[in-house]
């Protein structure tokens, strides 16, 4: 299996693990100023999405990415 290939599949895991942040199930909704765009919104809602309890994710990211890894060798 190629880098580039375990590249995609813990960026892939990386993003699963953490869409629940970045779509803010179990947190309090930012409260925005009035002024806020939708974009700016948005942008916020991601990347605080995707930096939230990153360590436990790079985590959850890199197992399953080894997991996948060692399947694939011995298959």
């Known amino acids: 299996m190629?880098?580039?290939?375990?590249l995609i599949i813990f960026l892939t895991i990386y993003l699963l693990v953490?869409?629940?942040?970045?779509?803010?199930?179990?947190?309090?909704?930012?409260?925005?100023?009035?002024e806020a765009s939708f974009f700016q919104k948005?942008?916020?809602?991601?990347?605080?999405?995707i930096t939230e309890n990153y360590i436990?994710?790079?985590?959850?990211?890199?197992?399953v990415t080894l997991f996948v890894f060692v399947i694939r060798r011995f298959r």
Do not use: C, E, H, Q
């Open 2 to 6: 190629s880098y580039k290939r375990l």
């Open 18 to 34: 953490s869409l629940p942040d970045i779509l803010g199930v179990g947190f309090v909704v930012i409260d925005w100023v009035p």
């Open 42 to 49: 948005i942008t916020g809602s991601v990347i605080n999405g």
């Open 56 to 63: 436990y994710k790079l985590a959850i990211a890199f197992a």
